[in-house]
């Protein structure tokens, strides 16, 4: 059987790669970045243009999509390629993360600072026991229970070519003991949500061939990191995401994955969720991840800020910032996106003024080109060996052992 | 000299023509329907979708250019077309209908009956006197001037290929009297506008072959609107419009377009201002008018509408309606638009349902297209001699000679 996964470069400085993952709807080279259609839509863009700006991958919310259209209605359609007309693979998460990351605020608010106040109280929006969580929908407060079994099954009707297990997101700054916990019961929950999709019958389902993936925990506790990464990583699951707490900053996500990578199956994709800052991008790739997604680049686009490469200003230009008013150029000189081609800072700045929906149209396009130029970069530097000297270009600083 | 519009060809059963107007930046095909533009986009689309769909001409809205950001920017930035990234012909208005339809609502308003409460009193948003219009910003109520010259110098710096003499719309149902005199003023103000075109300096423009459109007034007066035909139709302008008040209701209308045009030279172009539902355009081409334009299938669009082939729906149906939910069919089967080549009716509806930016952005694209579709039909249909029929099936009445 031809393998998930094949590494095709190394980097010899780092433990940076890259490959291509196979699933039943094509090949994906990584590392990757895959734009988030949360609702079955990346927000603003349509498939084809996404298509045509390189991305290969796009990742669905199970959360969202079973609440709304529902997972049965989609299933009905022929699936989820079909019903948003995307007919490259596609990766949906397992609901879980959605479940708690909208009480206690998502990976993103943590690793910026920006957690509720009360982050380890759950609210009666979720409940967590031995067999399931039971949470209320942030559309209308009717009440749901998603046991890790329910998860494979919505995300059978889903119908992507990437699935992943259903997992625990353990409350903010939870200590040793409850994370120690609550990554056993996850790992309880991976062997129930293996069995589930072993067990599916192929023929009821629009796309028989999905690739399940487990997601390695332990917060930010080395022993529990490698005690997970081992336990997950043993268990015959098509590839490994990490997931779970990534640390109250950056500098600590870093080192979170450095901890885990080394113990992960070296044939195995590894994902890391809900992560796409351009230096979270690069420093994970150099830290071995080869996968990526984050909403980040449309969210920037609905709030006005365009990707550029600028590391002093982390990135981003304000598209309101006056300054633009009578600006010719590109977004990014040099960006090859539709956007860039056509329209300048002038324009966009004024389609921002003027409160224009084409606006964030175009810029949320932008974003997601600049990304996945970005990672098109990174495959080819590898592929040249030359990945040590694109790190630098981009982030300023040598790229060390330690990353 | 080539003339600006050739007629190709005749509905030997009405007034209907098929011809070509030339611009400095391409020839547009008429009976033609064109986008409109307010702000140097057609809300949520691109110009290059656009182009895709067969537009072939776009309206810009001279009034809300001048306020933001400005005809001077637009001008250094070389003019609307470089600026909005549209190398097709453009056409834009005085700024007049603007001016005085924010105080008095539109004449889709006006024609559906939404007029506001006191419609014939001016507010102090607006002052007409003999020499000048004087006007508050709808953005900040700042007080700006218009005069004729002004108008036509605001227009040589947004560089349209197609630009229209300033007038005065006046009051909803404004009496015999009021209407004569606004005419009789409407007429010297045309006189202003041809003269200052006339004087231009074509070096320091952006595009110095703009066409200069009069407007025929008159309101729902017969004498007043034959006298103000022949008029305007004299002076030498490279074709003409029919603006002022159409009536109360869509048989009005028909009617003022009716007591108008025998009165128009037949070798200029006519555009009805402001108008595009399906039944209006079919029984303006059938009364011999060659333009149109109108913001509706952007607007219906962003409310959740969707132009189908249904005249007992008045040609709409609602996205958010239920029985589209597991809708499987394009919006419109037989459409070729991007969004009914590509999805159901069932995608539509949920992005709708989530308040997803796509499903504004491909219905308008759809609605733009739907009409842009229609007139092609109506094109080729008076090429072959077969305008009754295709009105016939549109409209479920034969084309009678009245028409």
Chains 1, 2 share one sequence.
């Not at 090949?27 to 990757?32: D, E, G, K, R, Y």
């Not at 031995?130 to 009440?143: H, I, P, Q, T």
């Not at 040099?334 to 929906?357: D, P, Q, T, V």
Request: proline share 5%.
């Amino acid at each position: 059987m031809t393998p998930t996964f094949t590494i095709t470069a190394r980097d010899p400085a780092s433990r940076a790669r890259a490959g291509i993952v196979r699933t039943p709807h094509g090949t994906v080279q990584t590392p990757v970045f895959m734009p988030v259609g949360t609702r079955a839509t990346v927000k603003a863009l349509s498939p084809h243009e996404l298509r045509e700006h390189g991305a290969e991958i796009l990742l669905g919310n199970t959360y969202h999509l079973y609440l709304q259209p529902g997972h049965e209605l989609i299933a009905r359609r022929g699936g989820l390629h079909r019903f948003m007309s995307w007919d490259g693979p596609i990766l949906t998460d397992s609901g879980g993360f959605q479940v708690f990351s909208l009480v206690y605020g998502g990976i993103a608010d943590e690793v910026k600072g920006r957690r509720p106040q009360h982050p380890t109280r759950l609210t009666d929006m979720v409940k967590v026991t031995e067999n399931a969580v039971l949470f209320k929908s942030y559309l209308d407060g009717s009440r749901h229970v998603f046991t890790p079994e329910r998860s494979i099954q919505v995300q059978h009707g889903l119908g992507a070519d990437i699935i992943l297990c259903f997992d625990e997101l353990p409350p903010f700054r939870a200590g040793y003991d409850y994370t120690s916990a609550s990554l056993e019961r996850t790992h309880r929950w991976a062997a129930r949500c293996l069995a589930a999709h072993q067990a599916r019958d192929p023929s009821a389902l629009p796309n028989p061939g999905q690739l399940l993936f487990g997601i390695v925990h332990g917060g930010v506790f080395p022993d529990l990191r490698r005690a997970s990464a081992e336990h997950i990583g043993a268990m015959g699951f098509d590839g490994l995401c990490i997931g779970g707490s990534l640390g109250g900053d950056k500098a600590q996500m870093y080192e979170v994955v450095a901890m885990t990578v080394p113990h992960l199956p070296d044939g195995l994709a590894r994902h890391l969720l809900g992560v796409g800052d351009v230096d979270d991008l690069l420093e994970g790739v150099a830290r071995g991840i080869d996968m990526f997604d984050c909403v980040s680049p449309t969210r920037l686009g609905r709030h006005g800020a365009a990707l550029v490469r600028d590391q002093a200003r982390r990135w981003r230009v304000n598209l309101q910032n006056a300054a633009l008013r009578e600006d010719d150029g590109p977004l990014q000189a040099g960006c090859e996106c539709y956007c860039c081609r056509n329209f300048s800072r002038a324009y966009i700045h004024h389609l921002y003024r003027a409160k224009e929906l084409l606006g964030v149209r175009l810029v949320s396009l932008h974003n997601v080109a600049f990304l996945l130029a970005l990672m098109a970069e990174v495959r080819a530097a590898l592929a040249a060996g030359s990945f040590g000297a694109l790190y630098e270009a981009w982030l300023g600083k040598p790229l060390t052992a330690d990353a």
